[in-house]
């Protein structure tokens, strides 16, 4: 069974810095591609970030120079450093795991496991 599992949500206010952690079981992390998806109050779940099997990165354009995603093969586990966090930051954060290996994809439809999300808040 694939569980993801993520840590760091937190309040902070604007300008600060959070790191995201989430942990997989139940999968050989080492060769799926894993990204970081947002979900704030009344919008759609958007993509943050994704980092590949041979850990090329990718972002969304709102994230980028301030978010870095990275990941360790040998925890299975993939971070993502949020730092100058604005209030429009503010969402559920969820981490996923690929659909196939070697497979990196910035659409939700690109990944099958999801973690439960945790929230994250930015005030101003």
């Known amino acids: 069974q694939v569980q993801l599992v993520e840590f760091g949500g937190g309040l902070v206010q604007a300008g600060g810095s959070l790191r995201l952690s989430c942990v997989v079981s139940?999968?050989?992390?080492?060769?799926?591609?894993m990204g970081w998806f947002r979900q704030a109050p009344g919008k759609e779940r958007e993509f943050v970030a994704a980092?590949?099997?041979?850990?090329?990165?990718y972002y969304a354009d709102s994230v980028k120079g301030r978010f870095t995603i990275s990941r360790d093969n040998a925890k299975k586990t993939v971070y993502l450093q949020m730092n100058t966090l604005k209030p429009e930051d503010t969402a559920v954060y969820y981490c996923?795991?690929?659909?196939?290996?070697?497979?990196?994809?910035?659409?939700?439809?690109?990944?099958?496991?999801w973690g439960q999300g945790t929230q994250v808040t930015v005030s101003s």
């Open positions: 996923a795991t690929g659909s196939k290996p070697y497979y990196t994809s910035s659409g939700a439809a690109g990944y099958d496991y």
């Open positions: 139940g999968r050989t992390f080492r060769t799926y591609a």
């Open positions: 980092i590949s099997a041979t850990s090329s990165t």
